[in-house]
């Protein structure tokens, strides 16, 4: 299951996103896995989350991010929810690329496959997003 938050800056969705992971914490009884750019939700979110700073990465494509989210879940059997926060920042693109509508659709299928929930942020006007974006909303 893949839910995108989608809007422009200042539109709450790093706070939206934040309870979203505090939640999850409480709530699941797997893992619950934070890719962020940035160390910006590092004294927001609960110690228990673990935070991964993509900066540190290079991540040039979605190809190279689907390989380090199932490197993830790989090395990690017990991750139920992965928060994906600025999709677009961490993968240099724009919100309209054909790629973030198949990247969210590749996270589906593996989410499912798998049983893990994604929560994805895209800093974008949400009127620009494609009918194949619009369906994760």
Request: glycine content about 8%.
């Given at each position: 299951m893949v839910r995108v938050?989608?809007?422009v800056k200042g539109t709450g969705k790093t706070k939206q996103m934040?309870?979203?992971i505090n939640t999850a914490v409480q709530n699941e009884h797997g893992n619950v896995v934070c890719i962020e750019r940035g160390p910006k939700l590092t004294y927001d979110i609960n110690y228990k989350i673990r935070l991964v700073e993509a900066s540190h990465y290079d991540?040039?494509?979605y190809e190279f991010l689907k390989g380090f989210v199932?490197?993830?879940y790989a090395g990690n059997?017990?991750?139920t929810h992965?928060?994906?926060d600025s999709l677009t920042k961490i993968v240099p693109s724009e919100a309209t690329d054909l790629a973030v509508e198949e990247f969210l659709d590749w996270l589906n299928d593996f989410g499912e496959d798998n049983?893990?929930?994604f929560t994805?942020?895209?800093s974008a006007d949400s009127s620009l997003a494609s009918d194949g974006v619009k369906k994760y909303f």
């Open positions: 938050i989608m809007g934040i309870e979203l991540m040039k494509d199932s490197g993830l059997y017990d991750i992965v928060f994906i049983n893990i929930k994805v942020t895209i």
